[in-house]
């Protein structure tokens, strides 16, 4: 299976993701994880892409969808991939769509998270994790037991991501509504997407995933 998954910045793409490696034994293709790893390697594509990258500038369509099959070459005995992060726009769509058409491939479901951009806000404004073992926090949805110190390893440093303020954010949603949201209706064209009620706890919106991967 090759499954895209579409959501704004923190609407949880990434756990899910996770949580679909470990049970249905797929592969997650982030971009970002994949170019920081071609750049550790020194790849022909990493030293590339982190010449692009020291420049500050972002990293070409072709690039990405090179290192992307680099990795559906190296992975043969896997039952599909995730990808998280790529496409952004109609165009990455396409190339992609090309890429897989030359592999015998397509991409068989297209899973929307849906959130409420103020919630949305509120929840990424909101959290924080432990300076010492990474364990993560929300100022309303999972206070620390003890105000001030880690459930996990008793720390009493947290730390918080400078992005995470409410101008980035909403620059954030203004941009994946602008560029990304536009997929939904190339793949609806297609007859691939099914959305999920990200608004809902996490047991519901594996379950309503569970739901869209195994409908005909």
């Known amino acids: 299976m090759m499954l895209v998954l579409l959501g704004p910045p923190g609407a949880g793409k990434g756990t899910q993701a996770k949580r679909l490696e470990n049970l249905r034994g797929l592969v997650q293709l982030s ?4 170019l920081r790893a071609a750049v ?3 790849t022909e594509l990493g030293r ?4 692009i990258m020291q420049r500050g500038e972002l990293v070409p369509d072709d690039l990405v969808v090179g290192l992307i099959a680099e990795r559906l070459d190296a992975e043969k005995d896997v039952s599909g991939f995730i990808l998280d992060g790529f496409p952004r726009t109609i165009g990455q769509a396409e190339a992609l769509d090309e890429l897989l058409q030359s592999r015998g491939l397509q991409v068989d ?18 959290r924080f994790t432990c300076a010492s073992c990474g364990e993560g926090y929300h100022d309303r949805f ?3 037991q003890v105000d001030g110190v880690c459930d996990k390893c008793g720390a009493t440093e947290f730390k918080r991501r400078p992005d995470d303020t409410e101008e980035v954010v909403r620059s954030r949603l203004e941009a994946y509504h602008a560029q990304t949201k536009p997929l939904i209706g190339y793949y609806s064209k297609q007859g691939k997407v099914r959305a999920v009620n990200g608004m809902a706890d996490i047991e519901m919106v ?3 995933i569970d739901q869209a991967l195994d409908a005909a």
């Open 31 to 34: 971009t970002g994880d994949m």
């Open 40 to 42: 550790a390697a020194g």
């Open 48 to 51: 590339k892409a982190g010449a």
């Open 109 to 126: 479901r297209t899973v929307v998270i849906d959130v409420d951009d103020d919630a949305l806000v509120e929840r990424i404004t909101g």
């Open 142 to 144: 999972k206070r620390p």
């Open 206 to 208: 594996q379950k309503e």
